[in-house]
Every structure is written in structure tokens, then in C-alpha cells.
């Protein structure tokens, strides 16, 4: 069984920066993808960006390539965020996800739709302020 907690999340001006981290813990190995989603007050939940734990390229929602990055931290088994150039409408609940994958190829089907996922964390909070 996999668990996730996410972690890093707070209030930062536009233009800052903020570094999420997905805790994976429990049965884990390559055959996994993770994703990070957020949802805002009154809005969908959309998918932000998705990585295959066994490598390959990541998947990015066009409005945040260029300003966030995902990235896998094998020592501390976290997915990261690193969030960039932080704008008024990046804030939302973040949520990190995951789901069984064995290659690029599954990882790159729906990589950012949250229906595919079946581990959701609990959420971490960002808030970004003029």
C-alpha cells in the first residue's frame, strides 16, 4: 500500500518561489506514476504535472512550463515541485496522486487527468498575494 503526504506549501508574493515535496512511502517501486494537482476555491481541480518514477521526461500543464518543475529525489523518495515565478492564480490546494504505470508509454496516457489516479494525499496549501 503507498501512502503520500505532501509537504512545503505557504504564502509567498507573485513573482516568488515555493518547493513542494510528495512524501511516497510503503510499497513503492519504478511501476508508479505521481502527479501534482491543485484546485482552487470554486474551481476544477486541474493537473499541474505528472513524472513516471522510473524516468523519462515529465508531463506539464501548458500554463506552468517554464515555472515549475518536477523531479524525483530517490534518497529522500520524494516527488518535488519547485515552483517558480509564482503567479495570483497558482493558488490553490496542491495535491500529489499516484497511480500504477510500468513504462513512459503509461505514464504519458492521461498524465495529468486526476480520474486515473487512485492515491490522493491530503493537500498542502498555496497562497500567493500581490
Known amino acids: 500500500q503507498v501512502q503520500l503526504m505532501e509537504s512545503g506549501g505557504g504564502s509567498v508574493q507573485t513573482g516568488g518561489s515555493l518547493r513542494l515535496s510528495c512524501g511516497v512511502s510503503?510499497?513503492?517501486?519504478?511501476?508508479?506514476?505521481v502527479g501534482w494537482f491543485r484546485q482552487a476555491p470554486g474551481k476544477e481541480r486541474e493537473g499541474v504535472a505528472a513524472i513516471w518514477m522510473g524516468g523519462g521526461s515529465p508531463n506539464y500543464r501548458n500554463s506552468v512550463k517554464g515555472r515549475f518543475t518536477i523531479s524525483q529525489d530517490a534518497a529522500r523518495k520524494t516527488i518535488d515541485l519547485q515552483m517558480n515565478s509564482l503567479q495570483l492564480e497558482d493558488t490553490a490546494m496542491y495535491y500529489c496522486?499516484?497511480?500504477?504505470?510500468?513504462?513512459?508509454?503509461?505514464?504519458?496516457?492521461?498524465?495529468?487527468?486526476?480520474?486515473?489516479?487512485?492515491?490522493w494525499g491530503p493537500g498542502t496549501q498555496v497562497t500567493v498575494s500581490s
Open positions: 510503503g510499497d513503492t517501486d519504478s511501476n508508479l506514476c
Open positions: 496522486a499516484a497511480r500504477n504505470c510500468a513504462s513512459q508509454f503509461a505514464a504519458n496516457i492521461y498524465p495529468l487527468e486526476g480520474r486515473v489516479y487512485t492515491i
